[in-house]
C-alpha cells in the first residue's frame, strides 16, 4: 500500500485514547535520497527563554501558548474554590487537564519541526550535556539547611521545563542518524564565560544577561550566540580526539596488547566478555553517530 506522496506502508494501526481521540501509528519504507544543501555544522546553547543556535534565528515557543498558560492559571484557581467529590470539581479538573494537553502539543510539534529543520541542514550538530532534572531540583531544603530564594528558583524551574530542553535532546539523538548527522554532547562548564575568539575566561566577559564583552580583545556579540560557538568548537575537538585516539599505527596493530582481560589478567578469573563486531567486516568503524555509544554523554536531557 502507497500514500498519497507514494511512500509504501508497509504497517498501519489506530491506537484509542482518552475523550475519543485517536491515534495511527504506521511503518514505511523511503529511500534516504540526499539533501541538496548541507551545513557543516551547527551548536546551540539554551538559555532560559530560548533556544540559541550559532546561525540562525533563536528557536522560542508560539506566543500562542502563553495564553495557554493564562487560561490554565485561571482554571487552577477555579479548581481550588470546587468542593471536593462534587461533579463540579471533575468537570474543573478536566478543563485543567486539557489546557495541559494543549500546551504540551504545541511545544512537541515546535520542537518535531525545529529538530527535524536542524538534523537535516546539518552535518554536525554540538549541545551542551546539561543535567536538567538536577537544575529542576526544588530548593526547598531540610529543616537544618533550609533552602534560599526558593520562589525564584521555583521560576526558573517553569522556564526551564516550560521550554522542553530533554525532550529536545531526545529528538534529535534519534532524528541524527536518520540523517546521517553527528550529534556531540560537550560539559558545559564556562561555555558563557569563555571569548570564542580568542579563549579567554573570566566573569568580567558577561556585563549583561544579553552582552558579552572579552576584557582581552574586546570582543563583543550576544551572549547566547557567543555561547554557542564555544560549544561547536568543543565539539569539533572532541571529534579530532576521537579520531586521534582511534588511529592505528603505521605497522598495523594497535600500540597496546594488553587484550579484553586488561592488565589484571593474572590476578584471579576474570569473566571474558565477547569481541565487538564492526559495522562491517573488513572496514574500519567511524565515529559513532548520536545515540550509539555513552561516551558522547548523550543522557536523559537536551540542547541545541
Not at 48 to 62: D, T
Not at 66 to 72: K, L, N, Q
Not at 125 to 137: F, G, Q, Y
Not at 239 to 253: K, L, M, V, W
Request: aromatic share 4%; with cysteine; charged share 25%.
Amino acid at each position: 500500500m502507497r500514500d498519497k506522496f507514494g511512500v509504501e506502508v508497509t504497517a498501519l494501526c489506530l491506537l484509542s485514547g482518552q475523550k475519543g481521540r485517536f491515534w495511527s501509528c504506521g511503518q514505511a519504507w523511503r529511500d534516504r535520497g540526499h539533501d541538496a544543501e548541507v551545513q557543516p555544522d551547527l551548536a546551540g546553547s539554551r538559555r532560559r527563554r530560548h533556544i540559541a543556535p550559532s546561525a540562525g534565528a533563536p528557536i522560542e515557543l508560539p506566543e500562542r501558548i502563553g495564553w495557554y498558560e493564562r487560561r490554565r492559571k485561571r482554571l487552577q484557581q477555579g479548581l481550588s474554590r470546587k468542593k471536593k467529590g462534587s461533579n463540579n470539581r471533575r468537570k474543573a479538573l478536566a478543563r485543567v487537564a486539557e489546557c495541559h494537553r494543549r500546551i504540551a502539543a504545541i511545544r512537541g510539534d515546535l520542537l518535531h519541526q525545529e529538530t527535524t529543520k536542524l538534523v537535516s541542514n546539518n552535518a554536525l550538530i554540538a549541545i551542551e550535556d546539561l543535567a536538567v532534572k538536577n537544575m529542576t531540583a526544588c530548593a526547598a531544603g531540610t529543616i537544618e539547611a533550609p533552602g534560599r530564594n526558593m520562589r525564584q528558583k521555583a521560576g526558573l524551574n517553569r522556564t526551564i521545563l516550560r521550554n522542553g530542553w530533554s525532550m529536545a535532546r531526545s529528538m534529535l539523538e534519534y532524528k541524527a542518524p536518520w540523517r546521517g548527522a553527528t550529534l556531540v554532547a560537550v560539559p558545559p562548564a564556562f561555555t558563557s564565560q569563555q571569548c570564542s575568539c580568542c579563549g579567554r575566561i573570566a566573569v568580567e566577559n558577561r556585563k549583561t544577561q544579553a552582552l558579552f564583552e572579552c576584557v582581552q580583545c574586546g570582543h563583543a556579540e550576544n551572549a547566547d550566540r557567543n555561547a554557542a560557538r564555544n560549544i561547536l568548537l568543543r565539539a569539533k575537538e572532541t571529534i579530532a580526539q576521537r579520531r586521534c585516539a582511534n588511529e592505528t599505527p603505521a605497522g598495523g596493530c594497535q600500540s597496546s596488547t594488553a587484550g579484553y582481560a586488561g592488565t589484571h589478567a593474572c590476578s584471579g578469573d576474570v569473566t571474558r566478555r565477547p569481541k565487538p563486531r564492526p559495522a562491517a567486516q573488513g572496514s574500519a568503524v567511524g565515529l559513532p553517530l548520536a545515540g550509539t555509544v555513552s561516551e558522547l554523554g548523550l543522557s536523559g536531557n537536551l540542547h541545541a
